[in-house]
């Protein structure tokens, strides 16, 4: 009777932890299919950031909604034309990376989204922050491509920073295509972990090398 007793509660644990991981799927997927339509309507990343945020807070050990909360925000802030507001969601973005980072410590996603918190601050004031946050996202991208030499995202990061940089500083086509070019050859091979995974950027890697063509 026991033995039947625990397997009847053995089988019902296992349909509830089933049922909340297809919903936490589930959840996720529609989530991030809404980041590419919000790209025509940038406000819209703050709603989809939100949404990740609670889904992180509600499965607690799962790192992947904090970084696409992070990564939604980020993006809002660099389709904005005015940078005076970059800090506070360079802040808001911070507290999120960070907690995806104490769920999935060295992870080479985590550390691309985290150059790109620091060229959101570096943004406010190009001249006065580059030292700071120009050298710290330069060391963010070296880091991620240490941490997963197979990921193209640090690469395409790199290029489209060097290809926005005026000519007199180092940046423009001449020195961004190399970065550009490897990014497009990983992305070409680039596998997935999961439906969850990151895996955005081709295109923009595709877009920035014909433009350096």
């Known amino acids: 009777?026991?033995?039947i007793i625990l397997i009847v509660s053995v089988t019902i644990l296992s349909l509830t932890a089933f049922a909340q991981n297809e919903k936490y799927i589930g959840a996720m997927k529609k989530s991030i299919t809404m980041i590419d339509s919000a790209y025509s309507k940038p406000e819209s990343f703050l709603s989809i950031?939100?949404?990740f945020e609670r889904i992180g807070t509600a499965e607690k050990n799962q790192w992947l909604p904090f970084y696409?909360?992070?990564y939604s925000r980020v993006n809002f802030a660099f389709m904005q034309k005015d940078p005076s507001g970059n800090d506070a969601i360079a802040d808001k973005s911070t507290e999120l990376i960070n907690k995806a980072d104490s769920l999935q410590p060295n992870n080479s996603e985590i550390t691309a989204v985290k150059s790109m918190i620091a060229t959101l601050r570096l943004m406010?004031?190009?001249?006065?922050r580059y030292m700071e946050y120009g050298m710290l996202s330069n060391e963010l991208l070296e880091k991620s491509k240490v941490q997963d030499p197979a990921n193209p995202r640090p690469y395409l990061l790199k290029g489209q920073s060097l290809r926005y940089t005026p000519e007199q500083f180092g940046g423009g086509c001449k020195t961004a295509k190399?970065?550009?070019a490897t990014a497009?050859?990983?992305f070409a091979s680039f596998k997935t972990i999961s439906d969850l995974s990151?895996?955005?950027g081709q295109k923009r890697a595709e877009m920035l090398m014909a433009e350096c063509k």
């Open 178 to 180: 190399a970065e550009l």
């Open 124 to 128: 406010v004031n190009p001249m006065q």
């Open 184 to 186: 497009t050859e990983k």
């Open 1 to 3: 009777m026991k033995k």
């Open 49 to 51: 950031a939100n949404t």
């Open 68 to 70: 696409y909360a992070a």
């Open 198 to 200: 990151p895996n955005w």
